[in-house]
């Protein structure tokens, strides 16, 4: 992790953002139906950013284009200086990728540990299972339980654990607090936070902005398969009005 720390401090001395992601006019298809009909946005190295909108809107749609899982997708995504617009999932994920799915995944059948070192090791500088337990300490307490025996909260904790342990440096979250506890909303922030200290660069879905609002960096706005509006959290309270209106919340 020591390079990566080293790699942020470089980016804010030259004050020069790094591109990670960056999605053109994305359009993207199940079968017949068009879902996403021009979607823009990009996120730099070790930034968090947040798309934020209604139920349907197309935000898991959006991460799964990213993540090369959707059959038909249109327009241009760029990974680092790479066009992966028509790259395999499998090809993507070695590049560094890793995705989050809102069901989480869990093998019911499987234990914490099982769970855990199931995904593939893609690339070098993955966290060991030490680092992993450092940064959630109850899957440890948890590993021989099986996956149906853990909570919501624990299988999120282990859903997000298995991705870091791949290696993977660019992060999608889709909705990783529905459905938890406050605390246990808390405890994933404090995750995000570390992690994004540590040099990751996180995607992340919610409908909860008052969740992202304590880790997001940059937030956009989707709406009918369109990015629609995006702006700095430091913008946010100038936005809350808009806001309100595009959640209807
Ligand atoms: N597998 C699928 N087949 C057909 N339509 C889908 C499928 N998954 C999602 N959709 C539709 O695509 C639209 C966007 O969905 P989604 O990306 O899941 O939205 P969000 O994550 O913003 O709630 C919705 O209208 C949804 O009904
Ligand atoms: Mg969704």
Not at 51 to 71: E, H, Q
Not at 205 to 220: C, I, K, L, S
Request: with cysteine; proline share 3%.
């Amino acid at each position: 992790m020591a390079d990566s720390k080293m790699a942020d401090a470089a980016a804010t001395k030259s004050g020069a953002a790094t591109p990670v992601l960056t999605v053109q006019n994305l359009e993207a298809w199940y079968g017949e139906s068009h879902i996403l009909h021009g979607i823009n946005f990009n996120v730099n190295a070790g930034e968090v950013v947040t798309l934020l909108g209604r139920n349907g809107a197309g935000k898991t749609t959006t991460l799964k284009s990213v993540m090369g899982i959707i059959g038909k997708r249109t327009g241009s995504i760029r990974f680092g200086d790479q066009d992966i617009t028509r790259t395999s999932s499998d090809k993507i994920a070695r590049m560094g990728v890793a995705f989050c799915p809102e069901e989480r995944g869990i093998f019911a059948s499987l234990d914490v540990r099982e769970n855990l070192l199931l995904p593939p090791v893609v690339r070098p500088g993955g966290l060991s299972l030490d680092q992993i337990f450092e940064l959630f300490p109850n899957l440890k307490e948890r590993l021989n339980s099986q996956g149906t025996k853990l909570s919501g909260g624990e299988q999120q904790m282990l859903a997000i654990a298995r991705i870091l342990r791949t290696g993977a440096r660019f992060l999608m979250l889709d909705e990783p607090t529905e459905g938890l506890a406050p605390v246990i909303i808390q405890q994933i922030g404090h995750t995000i936070a570390r992690l994004k200290k540590e040099g990751f660069t996180i995607l992340l879905v919610e409908q909860n902005f008052r969740f992202a609002a304590t880790v997001a960096d940059r937030y956009y706005i989707v709406e009918h398969g369109k990015v629609i509006d995006g702006f700095k959290n430091s913008d946010l309270q100038a936005n809350m009005d808009k806001l309100h209106t595009y959640l209807g919340v």
